[in-house]
């Protein structure tokens, strides 16, 4: 039997976190080839990366493998199109380069160690290995769909406890550190004076299964004011926080313990203080450790990588679910393998909490949606520059775009999870 009472915490990062502006910068790349493909009429099913960044004290190193259109590719005096020295048409690493310092410069980076406008940016992309392409590419031949472009597991989750069908723990977690970085962009009194990167952490007590307050509030922020204490930023960032919590209907104990820069200044922060990798966060990314992870990243990848595009799948189906009212809690995993379009498999979990069973809900899902990656791509719309704005506070739980941005978190399928289940009894 699930527990009823008890505690649970998750994390935030924000997006000036070393780890978080990697991740930005690897998505930037996404959108930039898909707007460059786009524009140039290459076929966006073509469109391939796999970008990982690194950045250190005012360096940024970008890496990885890319199917690109050709106005990325590197030409000579002539005009003709450079090969590099495994053969592959070169990258031209200009619009690359131009990219990072745009998504640096808009996270708030103009700090003597971490700078947008002088730091050393490394483009190290090559193009794909065609033995990975082929497990693409040959199995869309042979039957007119996408095989994965790997294998793997991915879970998507959902839940009643907050609007947007997400633990309470990890949205409330993101909310905090959204609201300091609207009000540090928009130049807010003091909060003008707040730093890029921050952390959050929420412990959240629940009574019979549900989120009622928060019983411990962590943050960690940057601050420019090196004359700046920690009772001096919590004066500043308190007020934000009360707000973040209530809007979203969680209270605050009376005893609740508050962490406000525990250890003391933070003024030196970002990859100046601390080296960032892209694909460390995937906890942040998705249910704040609240639901289980399948292992794989999402920045830095186009959606034949399924760890991104069946995760968003995933979620999706299992928003609907709860959505449709079948359940007050869904769990579903999908898993792939490379080269093979449809999943292996499809598992439900309900909690206990379903109006019908796992079963039932397993075959619905698959009737209502093609779950190959070409048909997860066409029914969420993915192929579009929308990836950038996922980097930061979690990919699941937003509001979606009038750009298609965030597809995967549409009530859409509703109706026809009903009609499903209702053709099958």
């Not at 907050?162 to 609201?179: F, G, N, S, V």
């Not at 629940?206 to 307050?213: E, I, L, R, T």
């Not at 450790?289 to 959606?303: I, V």
């Not at 506070?393 to 978190?409: A, N, Q, T």
């Amino acid at each position: 039997m699930a527990r009823k009472n008890y505690l649970f915490t998750s994390e935030s990062v924000s997006e000036g976190h070393p780890d978080k502006v990697c991740d930005r910068i690897s998505d930037e790349i996404v959108d930039l080839v898909y707007r460059e493909a786009k524009k140039e009429g290459m076929d966006l099913w073509k469109v391939r990366v796999a970008c990982e960044t690194l950045a250190t004290t005012n360096r940024v190193i970008i890496a990885g493998e890319v199917r690109v259109p050709e106005s990325l590719l590197k030409r000579d005096k002539a005009g003709e199109i450079v090969m590099d020295k495994s053969g592959n048409p070169a990258i031209n690493p200009s619009k690359f380069r131009s990219a990072a310092r745009r998504a640096i410069r808009s996270i708030g980076y103009e700090q003597g160690g971490f700078h947008w406008k002088t730091a050393k940016i490394d483009v190290l992309l090559h193009g794909q290995s065609p033995d990975i392409g082929q497990g693409v590419d040959s199995a869309a031949d042979r039957q007119g769909e996408e095989g994965a472009g790997d294998q793997g597991i991915m879970f998507g989750y959902a839940c009643r406890e907050t609007p947007d069908l997400m633990p309470a723990p990890i949205y409330y977690a993101h909310r905090i550190l959204q609201a300091l970085a609207e009000a540090r962009k928009a130049g807010e009194g003091d909060a003008a004076k707040l730093g890029p990167d921050a952390k959050s952490q929420v412990t959240v007590r629940y009574v019979d299964g549900k989120p009622v307050a928060a019983t411990e509030i962590v943050l960690s922020t940057q601050h420019l004011d090196p004359t700046w204490d920690s009772k001096k930023v919590r004066e500043v960032v308190e007020p934000y926080i009360h707000e973040a919590l209530s809007a979203g209907g969680l209270a605050i104990d009376d005893d609740c313990n508050w962490y406000i820069n525990p250890t003391g200044k933070f003024v030196i922060g970002g990859p100046d203080g601390d080296a960032g990798l892209t694909g460390r966060k995937i906890i942040v990314d998705t249910y704040g450790g609240a639901a289980a992870h399948g292992g794989g990243a999402f920045s830095g990848k186009d959606t034949t990588k399924v760890d991104r595009s069946a995760a968003y799948a995933a979620r999706y189906l299992a928003k609907n679910v709860v959505a449709a009212g079948l359940a007050d809690r869904c769990s579903i995993q999908l898993s792939y393998a490379i080269g093979v379009a449809q999943p292996l498999s499809v598992y439900v979990d309900l909690y206990g909490t379903g109006r019908v069973s796992e079963e039932e809900v397993e075959l619905a899902i698959r009737e209502v949606m093609d779950l190959s990656p070409s048909g997860i791509r066409r029914h969420l719309d993915l192929n579009r520059p929308i990836y950038a704005k996922t980097a930061a506070y979690g990919h699941f739980g937003r509001k979606p775009g009038r750009d298609g941005s965030f597809s995967w978190e549409r009530m859409d399928l509703v109706k026809a999870l009903k009609q499903a289940l209702a053709a099958a009894a």
